[in-house]
Structure formats: structure tokens, C-alpha cells
């Protein structure tokens, strides 16, 4: 076993014994920039994502509510599968990561005093991000099938624009690092989403814990763009394998301080877009006959950090290395499916759900009411059988399907639910049983006690929720099978549950808000999983809110 075992052991007991370094405190004025910052770079504005219109979250949610592959948004009577343009990939990026509100509600959070003042800020995104941090970076290589001069440009989230590091088409160089075992549709396109995570954004708060978080805050971005694109008939199939180090190389990222996580393929629509690829017809050059890249390109520009300390932890200094060493060893395409969720238990008390329906709310809408309820939680109004079966149903159908599950056929991610005020379901702790849509008794009786008692913030009235689902993953199976990067699909996905459990719960107009911060072997130990290799890695709490509550429109101020 590796180092990446040691450090999943060290996050699941971390609410018993606390990982090191035991006396961090966090210095806020010397905090990270939320965003890199390159103030010498060339800056193109985008699109307005409002110029593409919305559609529908269901299909992005519930994909087997999804029929064909539809023609792309605002090109109807184009024949074939649809593809990004600019202004799509422009909306997607504003949607999913862009800054689209503030954040001035009152709530339960310990950074409520500081909000109103500009420089504590809290901007709202349409993903959500651990402790809200959002430590990655999207950057675009773009080749000549693309409506820009080829380059690679980095996602403004601030003034939502490009800019640009580099010029001149380095796709090649991208799929020289995926290697010639990617998936073929990968290798078939000169478009990439290539996305990196600047740890010193999130360890300067979360220190050795840090690299846990982050591998959610990429597993949310990667699923809200899956949500987006499924609703448009599109696909997005993240790669987590590849040769990271020439990756790095190619971003100018500092060793250590910095890890690319994820390539992400897009198919384009270049003859739509306009750009200088539309009069193209050749294919792309396949793996076998492509020529070695020898030439090794790099960004000159550098992100200008605003800390003037930077701090190192060993625990994620050895988990960056551990999971970059064999990152250019890419599994079998099957390999997931030793580390699949277990089957819920024959026999026992169960409950059937209603069948799961989720409204015709926009996926532009859903974003951009995505919140945290942070304490606005009423038990007063109780929760419908038929909202908690579309949120367990979409969660249950998150996939990363990238390089190990390519048809997303195996569910990585098995579901529990602490029923607290459920019409019509006695309260106590189930399991969800996905194929009949069931829930299976594992604990009878009130949890709510439980439930606040093994959280640590006081942010969250956990009693006051409706119910409270908690994602489980066979972390140590997915290492075992997948290797130490492993890890970072383990966790990634649970992001991507998150994401998906925030996105249904605000097409529903129901509050919602998903935690880290509890103690996960009295999950373990009150689920009746202590015999197994299942680990509890949120809790996420669904509900309705108080009525009306206090909030400030900072867009009509």
C-alpha cells in the first residue's frame, strides 16, 4: 500500500485525531487571491452567457429522462452530433465558474460580519467550492478548428474573459500527454479544458486536509459542466490519466505548488463557430500516425501571488507526489468496476419512493439560485417523498465516466439518508436502493440528535432539515484498483455528487447545504459499516427554508 491509503485512513478518523500540523491558524490577511492572477497578459472579453438561451435541467440531471442527441442551442437544423462553439463554451464558463452574485443573505455562517465590506466578498458561482476557495484553474488550449488564434488562454472568473498565455497550437502537445491509450473521440479534437488546482488557495486555510477538498472542488466544476452540456444534448468526459508533468510544464506551474487534475476533450463545432477551422476537412492525426512532439512549449506569464508567506504540509506535499508519479499509467477501461458501490442489502424493513420528477426550471436558473442554507433551515414544512426520490435519483446518477468508466456504467457512489421530517416516512437512518428506487431501514428512530451531535460547525442545524444524505465511496478499493490516483476520482466524485445534489435541490426550490466537517467513524459506526470499506464523505442536508428570509438585492442597490 501507498502513502494515499495512509492519508484516506488519516481524513476519515481526522474528527478523532486531528492531522497534523495540530496548531495551524489561519492568517486571513495574508490570504490567496480567489483566482489567479496574471497582470500582464492579454485579455479578450467573452460572450455574455445571457446570449445563449436556457433549457431544462432534467436531462442534465436525469440523463435517462434524455432522449438523442439534440441540435446544439441557437443552430437548429444543423444535422449531426452537435458540438461547443464559442458562445457556448462561453456560457458554459460563466454558468458553472464565473462571478454571478454576492452574496449579502443572512445566515448562519461564521463569515456573516464581514460580507458587506467589499474586500470580504463573497461572490456567488454557480459550482460549489470547499469553504469556498475555488482553487481551480480552467485553462483552454485551443487549435485551429477553434474561432481564435490558436493558443492557450486561462479563464478570467473575475472580468469573465481569456487570457492569453501563449500563442501557437499546442494540442498536439496535449494529446501527446494523454498518450495513445485516451479514448479515441479525445484524440479526435484539438480542444481542450485543461484544469489545474493551486493548493496554497485552499491549504493556506485547510493545511494538510487541503488536498481532500480540492479533489472535490474539481469533482463539482467537471459535474456542473456535465449537467450543462447533458441538458444540450452534449458530452463532457473528464481524463483524470496522463502525463501530468508535461502538462505542468506546458501551464509554467511550480512543482509542488501546483497540480494539473483533469483534461477534458471538447467535440467543436467549428463549422458553425465561424473561426478558422470552419473550411476544414481533414481528420485530425490519429496516435499512430501523429508525429512525437519534441518541441516543449511553456507560459512565461506567472500567476502573481498576494501572500507574502507560504506555508508547505507534508501530508499534501506527499499526497501531490504520490498521485502524480502514475499518472501517465492509465487503467484498464473497466478497472472502476472493482471499486462499484455495493448492492443495498436484501430483506429489511423498506419503503418505496414516488417516481423521481424534477420541474422544467432552467440549468442557467438552477446555477445562479444554487446556495448554501447555512442555518435557514424549518422543520415546519416537511419534505416531499417526491422531492427527496428526484435529489437521491440524481445523485445516484452522477458519473465522471471519463477514463475508467467510459459508458458510465458503474455506480461509484453508494447513498444514505437521515430521514428527520419526511411526509410520510418514519424518521430514522436508510439506505437508498437505487434500481427500485427504495429506501431500506438501517437505524429506526429520531437522528437529529445524532446528526448535530457529530458535526463539528454550528453553522448547520442539521435537526431542522427535512433529511440529511450522506455519499459513501470505497475509497481504499478504488486505490487498490485504479492506484494512488485513484484518490482523486474517489473523492472527485463525491464532489460531483455534491454538485448534483445542489443542482436538483434549486431546480426544486429546496434549501440545501453539504459539509466536510463531521466526524466520519460515527457514520460509520451508526450505518452499520464497520465490517466493510465503505467511507462516509459528506453530509448534505436538504430542506425547505424559513419563509421569506432576510436577504439584500446588491443588484438593484
Known sequence: MGYAHEYAHAVLHRGRVPMEP???????????????YYPHAE????????????????????????????????????????????????????DSYGLTGRRLGIQANTDLAGLPFYPHANWSRGTAGGGGLYPVGVHWASGASGPLTPGLHHYDVHRHALQRLLAGDVTDLVRDALGPDAPPEALATDQYLVLSVKYWQNSFKYNS????????????????????AAARGLRIAPLLWFDEARLAGLLGAEE??????????????????????????????????????????????????????????????????????????????????????????????????????????????????????????????????????????????????????PSGAVRPCGLYVFANHVEGLEPGAYAYDPEPGELRLVAAGP?????????????????????????????TAFLDALGERGYRLAVGTAGAVAQSFYVAASALGLGAGVALGFDNVSFVERLDLSDGDEAPLLVMALGHEHPAPADFRHEIA
Not at 24 to 34: F, L, Q, S, T
Open 22 to 36: 495540530t496548531d495551524h491558524v489561519v492568517d486571513w490577511a495574508d490570504g490567496p487571491r480567489r483566482g489567479k
Open 43 to 94: 485579455v479578450f472579453a467573452l460572450p455574455g452567457a445571457e446570449d445563449v438561451p436556457d433549457v431544462p435541467v432534467a436531462p442534465g440531471l436525469l440523463p435517462e429522462t434524455a432522449g438523442p442527441l439534440r441540435e446544439t442551442a441557437g443552430e437548429p437544423g444543423r444535422a449531426g452530433t452537435p458540438g461547443f462553439s464559442l458562445p457556448l463554451l462561453s456560457a458554459m464558463l460563466r
Open 209 to 228: 486536509f487541503s488536498f481532500h477538498v480540492v479533489c472535490t472542488d474539481v469533482g463539482t466544476l467537471v459535474q456542473t459542466w456535465r449537467i450543462w
Open 256 to 405: 509542488g505548488r501546483e497540480g494539473v487534475f483533469a483534461v477534458v476533450p471538447l467535440h467543436w463545432d467549428g463549422a458553425s463557430s465561424g473561426g478558422r477551422g470552419a473550411a476544414r476537412s481533414a481528420p485530425l492525426t490519429g496516435p499512430r500516425d501523429r508525429p512525437a512532439v519534441h518541441h516543449r512549449p511553456a507560459v512565461r506569464h506567472r500567476d502573481a501571488e498576494r501572500s507574502r508567506r507560504l506555508l508547505d504540509f507534508g501530508a499534501l506535499d506527499a499526497m501531490h507526489a504520490a498521485t502524480a508519479a502514475c499518472a501517465d499509467r492509465r487503467p484498464d477501461p473497466g478497472a472502476l468496476a472493482a471499486a462499484a458501490a455495493r448492492p443495498v442489502a436484501a430483506g429489511g424493513r423498506r419503503e418505496p419512493l414516488p417516481a423521481p420528477q424534477v420541474p422544467d426550471t432552467g440549468v442557467r436558473r438552477a446555477l445562479r439560485d444554487r446556495r448554501s442554507s447555512f442555518g435557514r433551515f424549518d422543520a415546519r414544512r416537511r419534505l416531499t417523498p417526491v422531492d427527496l426520490s428526484a435529489v437521491l435519483a440524481a445523485c445516484a446518477a452522477t458519473r465522471l465516466a471519463g477514463d475508467t468508466d
Open 447 to 475: 437522528q437529529g440528535a445524532f446528526l448535530q451531535r457529530n458535526y463539528f460547525l454550528s453553522n448547520y442545524n442539521l435537526e431542522q432539515a427535512g433529511a440529511v444524505l450522506v455519499p459513501t465511496v470505497r475509497t
